[in-house]
């Protein structure tokens, strides 16, 4: 088996003539918090629809837990967990009965789906909501899919933009949850923006611009000097200075 | 600014031309059929004596004001209109919203359009003047249909937003198209076009106004007439679009606070019968859609609306047959309920899931499965429906008996086969978003255009079934032909979800990107 959680080689996709991805490289130890960083619309939700499936890539090749994408790509799925940028929930649904649902698809049956379902509305403060998910907050749409993605115990969560939305409470909790998962041995991929967020729960780092990784490894490295995660981001994909006139701002 | 509103609308439909292109065709040959009915009218027109026109030009502009006002809805259908949840936040003054909602009511009445000018170029071949006022009269009658038309659809949007009363709504729609049929057939028939249009005599009527102008008879009466209406539709058009501008529809649909606990445990055992015939994913997936359909406002309305209008326009004839009603009567009923719910169903299975659609691709289950369930969802509501018009029929003794009800069952569901075969390739060739709240949007582009003419096709070999029983007079030939087609329609079923299978999975991200791209400032139909 695999020591990468993912190892993606040459993987790319273009829209038109626009590469997306652009020949990216990816190893995800086993086992790691792993941040995956880069500017906006430099490829990052691709990347991770491709390691999902939710995209096919034009070329290269993806192995997820030791299993080959596409070809292995049920067994893969059984075993990864996913919060992606935009909602997954099916919104006529409340809370309780998506959890049960999700379980259920992956192979859970239904008193355990709904246990564990129970378990989780109640971790994540959503227990005694009979709402529909349609009425649900921004942030309660965050956390149920992120109750979601830990309902069938995957090895490995690929998280997009978990905390967007979510109060300073609800990510706190959030974050302490993943930590744990990792302290369990899982492993995390999650892009974030909140660069704070990243520097402090994640071992390791890329950054993606343009659609190509421009480094990557334990963010110690990345951070030599004594400089911040937020330093080594500008100076790796550069800061430009504001374009355009705004004299009339 | 209302160019500007204009442009941003052309700007979010430049993507999808390739899809509009078959909008298109399809309204070149809807609107062609129209235009042969206008140009009957106009010949009509240009033949009739006066007292014709003076008794039957009234119930005309009438009819043409009732189809504009009402065929929306009874299509289930609202036309295009303004999301004004996204122009609300500009500093757009409220009359220019509110004109270019009245220009929009134009593409609900395209048809009359058509029929109002085919008309007033026969009126106009009457001589006398007749074509002066007809220029005069018929821009008037339209601005009149497009504010009333106004008015109506905000009242309409508004009453419909709100929880159960949507549903309410649609009844009392359904009691519109009853009440005329049951008048006929509680002897009022009788001459009831000469009666009605001798009724309609008044020049305080709107039609009866305008076509005293047209035809120029007391026309300085008429006119003021149907200016005061004209203005008293533009007050209440303008009246309801501000209040539509100040409805929070989100408050209207929200959860009761309260729920019975007894009604939520018999509606949780319900929607976990699928359990007790599958096994999982399958089981899960139709007790997932059985919840989010019962649940979805717009699915509700269309279902309440294809029993009852089923029933609403064919029952008053069966009535009058003072017995069991033709056999055809409970199987036309039960295939008007399935072509309806088509649009909330088989037609576009992932337009209530939007961008959850995407979970089907990342969960660990098989596309095929996921079409299979949806399918099975919407049997179990079609065939809810047609039990529900079966037991109807069966309370008002229209009933043919059980022979009948099992031969209504059995063309449903072979009807059915070729319908969802269709609609599962269409769901994943040109799938869209709806909107579960509103009526009105979503679900009615590109290849949901060409329904009217792929109903005659896909229900042609139940068709030929019928033939051989009217060709041959026998039982058994019609039970052999139908047994064929229910075969045919298995396999044409297995090829068709094949095809729509491979489909999905080379089109995923397209098919997400079309459920989860929102519409302009203008909402399609």
């Not at chain 1, 086992?31 to 430099?42: E, K, Y």
């Not at chain 1, 190509?212 to 490295?221: A, C, F, H, Y």
């Not at chain 1, 951070?223 to 705004?246: I, K, M, N, T």
Request: glycine fraction near 10%; proline fraction near 4%.
């Amino acid at each position: 088996m695999s020591a990468a959680a993912i190892c993606a080689r040459d993987l790319r996709k273009a829209y038109g003539a626009k590469p997306a991805v652009d020949g990216v490289d990816l190893d995800v130890p086993r086992g790691s918090f792993f941040g995956f960083l880069g500017p906006n619309g430099a490829g990052k939700s691709t990347t991770i629809r491709m390691l999902t499936g939710l995209i096919p890539a034009d070329s290269g090749s993806i192995e997820i837990l030791g299993f080959r994408m596409p070809e292995q790509e049920l067994e893969v799925k059984a075993r990864i967990g996913l919060v992606p940028d935009e909602s997954l929930l099916f919104d006529r649904l409340t809370g309780a009965e998506f959890l049960e649902f999700v379980g259920r698809m992956y192979g859970l049956d239904r008193a355990t789906a709904r246990s564990r379902g129970r378990s989780l509305l109640d971790l994540f403060e959503l227990a005694d909501d009979r709402k529909m998910i349609a009425e649900y907050s921004k942030g309660m749409r965050k956390r149920v899919a992120m109750a979601a993605s830990l309902i069938h115990h995957p090895d490995l969560f690929l998280m997009d933009e978990p905390f967007e939305g979510v109060d300073a409470v609800g990510a706190r909790l959030m974050k302490n949850i993943l930590q744990d998962l990792v302290r369990r041995g899982a492993t995390i991929f999650l892009t974030s923006h909140v660069l704070e967020v990243v520097e402090r729960l994640c071992d390791h780092v890329a950054i993606i611009h343009n659609g190509k990784i421009v480094t990557s490894g334990r963010i110690e490295d990345l951070r030599a000097g004594g400089e911040s995660l937020e330093d080594a981001f500008v100076r790796v994909v550069g800061a430009g200075a504001p374009r355009g006139q705004l004299d009339w701002l | 600014m209302i160019r500007a509103i204009l442009r941003a609308q052309f700007l979010t439909m430049r993507f999808g031309w390739g899809r509009r292109a078959l909008s298109l065709i399809a309204g070149l040959i809807w609107y062609t059929l129209w235009a042969f009915v206008a140009v009957a009218v106009g010949i009509a027109l240009s033949d009739a004596s006066p007292a014709e026109l003076a008794l039957y030009l009234p119930m005309g502009l009438l009819g043409v004001c009732a189809y504009w006002q009402l065929m929306p809805v009874a299509s289930a259908s609202m036309g295009s209109a303004l999301d004004l949840r996204k122009l609300i936040v500009y500093p757009i003054p409220h009359r220019k919203l509110f004109a270019i909602e009245v220009l929009l009511r134009l593409t609900t009445g395209v048809e009359m359009l058509l029929v109002l000018a085919a008309g007033a170029i026969g009126l106009s071949r009457q001589g006398g003047g007749a074509g002066l006022r007809a220029a005069v009269v018929v821009p008037i009658l339209i601005a009149l249909n497009l504010l009333l038309s106004t008015g109506t659809r905000s009242l309409l949007e508004r009453i419909l937003s709100r929880r159960k009363i949507r549903e309410v709504g649609a009844l009392l729609l359904a009691m519109v198209w009853v009440v005329p049929r049951l008048l006929f057939h509680f002897g009022y028939g009788e001459n009831a076009l000469e009666r009605v249009g001798g009724s309609m005599q008044s020049a305080l009527l709107p039609w009866t106004a305008a076509a005293n102008v047209l035809l120029g008879n007391a026309p300085a009466i008429g006119f003021l007439s149907l200016a005061a209406w004209t203005v008293a539709a533009f007050f209440f058009g303008r009246w309801q679009f501000e209040r539509s501008l100040r409805h929070d529809s989100v408050a209207a649909a929200a959860t009761p606070a309260q729920v019975s606990p007894t009604r939520v445990a018999i509606a949780d055992r319900l929607y976990r019968l699928p359990a007790l015939l599958w096994r999982d994913p399958l089981a899960a997936i139709v007790e997932k859609e059985l919840r989010t359909l019962a649940r979805t406002p717009r699915f509700r309305t269309v279902f309440i609306m294809g029993f009852t209008f089923g029933l609403a326009i064919w029952v008053p004839t069966a009535v009058n047959r003072k017995g069991p009603a033709e056999p055809w009567f409970l199987t036309v009923v039960a295939v008007y309920a399935l072509t309806l719910l088509g649009q909330v169903s088989y037609w576009n299975c992932f337009g209530f899931d939007r961008s959850a659609t995407a979970f089907y691709f990342a969960a660990p289950v098989s596309f095929t499965r996921v079409l299979i369930a949806k399918n099975v969802a919407a049997m179990v509501f079609i065939y809810l429906e047609v039990v529900m018009v079966i037991a109807t029929t069966t309370v008002l003794g229209l009933a043919a008996g059980w022979r009948n009800a099992a031969e209504t069952l059995a063309v449903t569901g072979v009807c059915a086969a070729y319908l969802l075969a269709l609609g599962n390739w269409g769901s994943v060739r040109y799938p869209s978003g709806l909107s579960g709240e509103r009526l009105s949007h979503g679900g009615g582009r590109g290849f949901q255009g060409f329904l009217f003419l792929i109903y005659p096709v896909a229900l042609l070999p139940v068709g030929l079934a019928y033939l051989a029983r009217y060709a041959f007079d026998s039982e058994i030939m019609f039970g052999l032909v139908l047994a064929g087609s229910a075969v045919l329609g298995g396999v044409f079923y297995w090829m068709a979800l094949d095809t729509a299978v491979t489909t999905a999975a080379t089109r995923r991200e397209q098919l997400v990107a079309a459920l989860t791209t929102s519409d302009g400032p203008v909402s399609g139909e």
